[in-house]
């Protein structure tokens, strides 16, 4: 009976594994090796955008340089088809060939020149590139989801709606995100404008910030006294709410010369830069057409609440030139006015004016001429305040002042996460600023 036993036990000692040992061994594989796969995905994904960043940067670089050779100094609107990056390849996978400029017969060369040892490299990422400052000639990686990476590495995701807002989601460099907003009214009033159809948000920022930068300029050339007089009392306020005190040489040891006081008057005048950009959206956001063209017509703005006296003259010069942007760029930018006993376009007036604000040194004549174009537009005596309030009731002009108001109001808006993400370092040309806009509106 022993013996019995004793085989019958060896017989059913034998082991092994049974079915749903043997399903659940292969699910955990199977997850294991989904789990790796997802990892060795995403590493070479960064990889790839590492690899794709760098040849952007040589990309800049050499658009540059052959530019600068060129003596290029004014770079055309994408839009214009001047400016062309081509790429060749699958998608996901795309060489770059070359970048035409209309205009200038040896640039390919030139460029190509710049671009040598890099000509056989691929972006694995991103699917072409999108020329986005006209000041600057920087491009930027457009993905294939339409995420985009700016210059300064903020990804921009595609616009989306969340509670009838049009939302856009920005990943900042260093960690963290912000969304930007745009009322679905705003984003139709510029889209109806001649902003919309004839120029680009980069285009207008551009613009506005001719205004900004002069302002600035003339800013730096006047006494503390007399700068308190013409700063806008709402830019104080934004400075002085931020810590941000004008820095005096003789704090330094080495005064003006001393690299700490011009570390700190740069910071000052950047920040006051970034608080006039404010305060010109601050006072715009509330207008209507309607306020603002009686203003201009009355030549009247204390009813539009941009300030009193001197200090009015920052945000009215903005709001005049915005106007006086949105005609010269109309298909009523032909129209012949008179200024001062001559006949000129619109748009050859309104260059002159730009010219002004665009100076080395503008001064503070060159403001107060872009408030004085308010009161030539609407000089009676010479047939121009006819011709322009055609443009204001037939012409589309409401509409321009609408998309203009649109544009400083979502400035406004999003002033939180302008100032969170740093998008205004430069002013209204700043690069992050003006894609984000233009995710925005688009």
């Given at each position: ?6 085989k ?6 034998v ?20 789990i ?15 690899h794709?960043?760098?040849l ?9 340089s ?6 290029i ?28 400029f ?5 640039f ?21 590139l999108?020329?986005?400052?006209s ?22 995701h ?18 963290g995100?912000v ?36 302002a ?5 050339q ?8 013409i ?8 400075l ?5 005190t ?16 011009i ?29 603002v ?31 006086l ?6 298909d ?9 006993g ?9 260059k ?22 308010a009161?030539i ?21 409401k509409n321009d ?10 400035i ?17 040309s ?13």
């Amino acid at each position: 009976m022993a013996r019995n036993s004793s085989k019958s036990k060896r017989r059913y000692d034998v082991t092994g594994f049974t079915l749903v040992e043997l399903v659940i061994t292969i699910a955990v594989l199977a997850v294991l090796s989904g789990i790796g796969a997802l990892g060795y995905s995403g590493y070479i994904t960064k990889a790839n955008e590492a690899h794709d960043l760098a040849l952007l940067g040589a990309v800049n670089t050499a658009f540059q340089s052959a530019c600068t050779e060129e003596e290029i100094t004014e770079y055309p609107a994408p839009e214009d088809d001047i400016v062309a990056a081509n790429l060749l390849g699958d998608e996901g996978s795309k060489k770059l060939d070359t970048i035409t400029f209309t205009g200038y017969d040896d640039f390919d060369s030139v460029f190509k020149k710049y671009f040598e040892g890099n000509e056989d490299a691929e972006f694995k990422v991103y699917v072409e590139l999108e020329y986005v400052n006209s000041n600057l000639g920087t491009f930027v990686g457009l993905r294939p989801d339409g995420t985009i990476t700016t210059a300064s590495g903020m990804k921009i995701h595609p616009p989306t709606v969340k509670n009838g807002k049009t939302t856009v989601e920005v990943e900042l460099p260093g960690g963290g995100k912000v969304e930007y907003v745009l009322e679905g009214e705003d984003k139709d009033n510029f889209a109806n404008s001649s902003f919309g159809t004839n120029m680009s948000m980069p285009e207008l920022l551009d613009e506005v910030d001719h205004v900004v930068q002069a302002a600035g300029k003339v800013l730096e050339q006047l006494s503390p006294s007399l700068m308190d007089m013409i700063l806008p009392s709402s830019v104080q306020e934004l400075l002085a709410a931020n810590g941000y005190t004008a820095p005096k040489p003789e704090d330094y040891p080495g005064n003006e010369s001393d690299p700490d006081y011009i570390a700190a008057l740069n910071a000052y005048n950047s920040a006051r830069l970034n608080a006039i950009v404010m305060s010109v959206a601050q006072a715009s956001k509330d207008l209507s057409a309607d306020a603002v063209i009686a203003a201009v017509n009355s030549g009247n703005y204390d009813s539009l609440g941009l300030g009193s006296g001197n200090q009015a003259l920052v945000p009215t010069a903005a709001l005049v030139y915005g106007v006086l942007t949105g005609y010269a760029n109309s298909d009523r930018g032909s129209d012949i006015i008179t200024v001062d006993g001559e006949e000129t376009t619109v748009a050859e007036y309104y260059k002159s004016i730009s010219d002004g604000l665009n100076a080395a040194e503008p001064n503070i004549s060159a403001l107060l001429g872009v408030v004085q174009a308010a009161n030539i537009l609407t000089d009676p005596d010479n047939g121009n305040l006819e011709m322009f309030n055609d443009y204001l009731q037939n012409g589309g002009g409401k509409n321009d002042i609408d998309g203009y108001i649109a544009a400083m109001r979502a400035i406004n808006d999003n002033s939180g996460s302008l100032t969170t993400s740093g998008a205004l370092e430069k002013g209204f040309s700043d690069d992050d600023l003006s894609t984000i806009l233009d995710s925005l509106f688009g």
